[in-house]
Structure formats: C-alpha cells, structure tokens
C-alpha cells in the first residue's frame, strides 16, 4: 500500500500494530484523525502517554489502579473476609459490572501454562499466599477461585487450592455456567452474576 505521506505511513503502522486492527482499518483511523480539530488529536496522544506514565498497579491487589493502593483495596465498604481471584484486569471488571460481588480482588496476571513456559512463580500466587497469611483484622475466610474454565484455569486453581490448604481458608470456585473453554471477559453480565453467587467449594478429587 502507497502513501501520500510518510507521516501517515507511520500512523498506520502504529495503529495496526494494536490487536485486531489490520492495515485498512489503521488508515481509516488515521484519516479520521486527521479531519478532526487538531486538539482532538491532541486530547488523545495526552490520554495515551499518561495511560502509560501514570497508570499503576495496586501493591495489595495486583488490579490497575491509580495509585499505590486501588480504590477497592481502600474501601470500607468491601467485604474484606472475602477475596476473588482473577486472571486480568478485565476479569475485575466484568465481575464489578455484575454488582453481584463485594468482597476484595487478587490479579494473578496470568495462568499456569506449562505449554508456554508459564509456571507458578510467573504469576502473582506468593503475595496471594502472603495476603491469606497474613490477614488478622479481618482474617481471610473464603477464597473464590473465578478463572477461565480451560484446562489452564483448571490447573491453576488446582495448585492455588494445594497452596492454600495449610491455612484452612475456604475455597470455593464460580458455578459452570460460563461455557467451558471460553473466557471470563466475554461472558454476558447475568451468566457471571449467576456464576458468582452460586460458587461452589471447589473439588481436588478429580485431580
């Protein structure tokens, strides 16, 4: 594909380097940008750079957040005898929009992969550990395992139950209404609402 400017070449490379956008799409956009009043533009390589200068993740939680401590984590207002582990950001999300959940979040940032290299100490299940350990005021009751369920999912919760077990906290895992094999972030808000208040304990015995 030829160009009229170099310029644009540039921003269509850029631009279709993101997922799911291919060439045609990233000059569209381009060409859109350039029509509209330069502060537009403006406004959204300012909302772009601070995205990725001033967006953090929570020390307690692992989640985005703002600053060093997420406005979850910070909340009064949140059951802290109860926390809700997901794989991603957009897991917190999904779960959130339901408002179905009230208790706390561990991000794990990712699953246990052995297929592509990624083991337990590749992911966030030491500060887990830690955080279960270490809570007294309240102390940590119930351990909601909400992870995709694939075979990843499954061999994840299934370490993070034995990691837990010493400790005598509770681990339930979201009901089965999600399809099996699919993920999290895509499944409709009533599905998951349903899956999250009617988990169940979650079973060992078949591993």
Do not use: W
């Amino acid at each position: 594909m030829q160009y009229p400017s170099k310029y644009i070449e540039k921003a269509v490379e850029e631009i279709s380097s993101l997922p799911g956008i291919g060439k045609k799409t990233a000059l569209r956009l381009a060409l859109h940008l350039l029509r509209k009043d330069e502060e537009n533009t403006h406004a959204l390589a300012t909302a772009l750079v601070d995205l990725r200068s001033k967006t953090q993740y929570c020390q307690q939680c692992h989640n985005i957040s703002d600053a060093a401590v997420c406005s979850t984590c910070s909340s009064h207002h949140r059951d802290r005898s109860v926390i809700c582990i997901v794989e991603n950001p957009q897991d917190v999300m999904a779960i959130e929009n339901t408002a179905q959940y009230r208790g706390l979040y561990h991000v794990l940032g990712g699953i246990i992969s052995p297929i592509e290299g990624v083991g337990p100490s590749d992911i966030k299940l030491e500060s887990l550990v830690q955080r279960v350990a270490e809570a007294s005021d309240p102390a940590i009751k119930e351990v909601i395992l909400a992870l995709s369920p694939t075979m990843e999912g499954d061999t994840t919760a299934f370490y993070i139950t034995k990691k837990l077990k010493p400790y005598g906290v509770k681990v339930s895992s979201i009901a089965r209404g999600i399809p099996v094999g699919g993920e999290l972030e895509y499944t409709d808000e009533i599905t998951l609402g349903r899956s999250i208040l009617s988990r169940t304990a979650y079973d060992t015995s078949h591993s």
